[in-house]
């Protein structure tokens, strides 16, 4: 990596970042490295008053060797996440690529929850399952700021997933990880019950100790996995994914 000052770059800087650059100039121990080629980008870069920008082939990094005044920080940009996925979307996703999983659809009002509920009795389901959609686990032993109490419901009949989610819909519900506040639950799933006779846990998730991917899997699969981690940390395997070599 190369340093260089603000004015060895200005080639490659537009008008708005080289007038933010030289106002940064005059501050002093500081090191630039090729620095992005807008302000908008530069500005998304800074969160903090102690950081320095370098550069490799995948992009711009802070590093915390430098102050930067307070006229950058204004403008930083907010950070957002794009990854949240909910049940029903992960199991579109499934399905597209061949994966089995429960036949079943999404519904945002309890009419309609009840006409897919119909639909998959027509086709036989024994057991109808309705589950209300949040980003976070451990819905089944949540409740509702209601007092209504599970997110997740196995029922016997289109009327009874119509009324249970007229008490879900709308109304907010809380988990061991959503905090006291709860998330709002807009979309219920309803799918058919299915019968198994072992229950396995896999999952990908990523790790800020392993710096990526890591796969954790555990023969004593179901709901509860984080007491299970708990009770017996033998049981849950982990295992870290070389990027690179996959």
């Not at 590093?63 to 049940?87: D, G, K, V, W, Y």
């Not at 519904?107 to 006409?115: D, W």
Request: proline share 4%; with cysteine.
């Amino acid at each position: 990596w190369v340093s260089a000052g603000p004015e060895q770059h200005n080639h490659v800087l537009s008008s708005s970042t080289r007038t933010m650059l030289r106002g940064v100039g005059k501050q002093p121990n500081l090191s630039f490295c090729c620095l992005p080629t807008s302000s908008s980008l530069l500005q998304s870069t800074i969160y903090n008053r102690n950081v320095s920008f370098l550069h490799n082939s995948r992009g711009f990094y802070p590093s915390a060797t430098c102050r930067i005044p307070r006229m950058l920080l204004r403008n930083r940009a907010e950070q957002r996440r794009f990854l949240n996925l909910h049940e029903y979307q992960s199991k579109g996703l499934m399905t597209s690529y061949g994966v089995r999983v429960q036949k079943g659809k999404v519904a945002s009002t309890p009419k309609e929850a009840r006409n897919i509920a119909e639909e998959l009795v027509s086709e036989d389901a024994k057991e109808l399952i309705l589950k209300a959609q949040i980003h976070a686990g451990g819905r089944g032993q949540g409740h509702f700021d209601t007092g209504f109490q599970g997110g997740v419901q196995v029922l016997g009949n289109a009327k009874e997933v119509e009324e249970n989610a007229m008490k879900m819909l709308g109304n907010s519900l809380i988990t061991k990880q959503t905090g006291p506040e709860g998330q709002l639950v807009s979309k219920v799933l309803v799918h058919e019950g299915v019968t198994f006779s072992r229950e396995l846990y896999l999952a990908i998730l990523m790790d800020r100790n392993h710096n990526g991917p890591i796969i954790i899997s555990s023969v004593e699969g179901g709901m509860d996995i984080e007491e299970v981690a708990a009770k017996d940390p033998t049981a849950i395997h982990t295992r870290a994914i070389n990027i690179e070599k996959g």
